[in-house]
């Protein structure tokens, strides 16, 4: 069975404060892949990134970066000097190779205050 | 602005009745997958589609049904409704990709249709 956990449900900072949001996935497949969603209050949800299992290496995109650690199966994502608009319900994903359908985590609100 | 569509964004209706709702892949996207997003059950499977054939069914009532047009246009029928089928329903659409033909690739989403069962 796979199964994703965020267990941070609700998250405030200040403006231009850094933030990390923690995942932690199971799943006994060796091959699945892991996404980041985010929902903004608008309801879409918008995808973020993907990161194969056999590729360990973090990835920076802009003030956006992502920690892959298969040795905890964690993928947390941290956003640097964080600003109004990335409020938004963020969601971490899992899917096996083989199983056709996304397992998501709960979701983590964040909360920039001005 | 993901590329799929779904309409209506918006559906109210009543206990009994009987809805439908649709969504148009992105362009060359073989693949639909239909999600429903509640406050209690959070985000879950429903069913996929690829190239009109139906691929794999998860958390999907037999009240609800769905299937994929020739022009890979899909769409989710859900009838005899009740209170408890208020929710989000996203679709989203991939590329197939992959071996033993099933997808590796990224699955997007529409911008959803909120219905409101009362």
């Known amino acids: 069975a796979q199964k994703v956990t965020q267990a941070q449900t609700e998250i405030s900072v200040v403006e231009k404060e850094d933030v990390t949001l923690d995942c932690v996935y199971e799943?006994?497949?060796?091959?699945?892949?892991l996404f980041w969603y985010k929902q903004p209050p608008s309801g879409e949800l918008v995808f973020l990134i993907r990161r194969n299992s056999f590729d360990e290496q973090n990835e920076i995109s802009g003030r956006y970066s992502w920690n892959f650690q298969k040795s905890t199966s964690s993928f947390n994502f941290t956003i640097t000097a964080s600003q109004v608009v990335d409020s938004a319900v963020y969601f971490c994903a899992l899917k096996s190779f083989g199983n056709e359908k996304l397992t998501f985590g709960t979701g983590t609100r964040l909360t920039i205050i001005p | 602005d993901s590329g799929v569509t779904q309409t209506p964004k918006h559906l109210i209706t009543a206990t009994g009745q009987r809805v439908t709702l649709r969504c148009s892949p992105r362009s060359g996207d073989l693949s639909v997958y239909w999600y429903q997003q509640s406050l209690d059950q959070g985000l879950q499977f429903l069913i996929q589609?690829?190239?009109?054939?139906?691929?794999a069914k998860g958390n999907i009532l037999e009240r609800f049904s769905a299937q994929q047009f020739p022009d890979l246009h899909s769409e989710l029928n859900l009838s005899s409704l009740e209170l408890g089928d208020s929710a989000l329903y996203f679709c989203?659409?991939?590329?197939?990709?992959?071996?033993?033909?099933?997808?590796?690739?990224?699955?997007?989403f529409g911008p959803g249709t909120r219905l409101t069962v009362l």
């Open positions: 589609y690829y190239n009109g054939e139906e691929r």
């Open positions: 799943t006994r497949d060796t091959t699945y892949y």
């Open positions: 989203a659409s991939s590329v197939e990709v992959g071996h033993a033909n099933y997808s590796t690739d990224t699955q997007y």
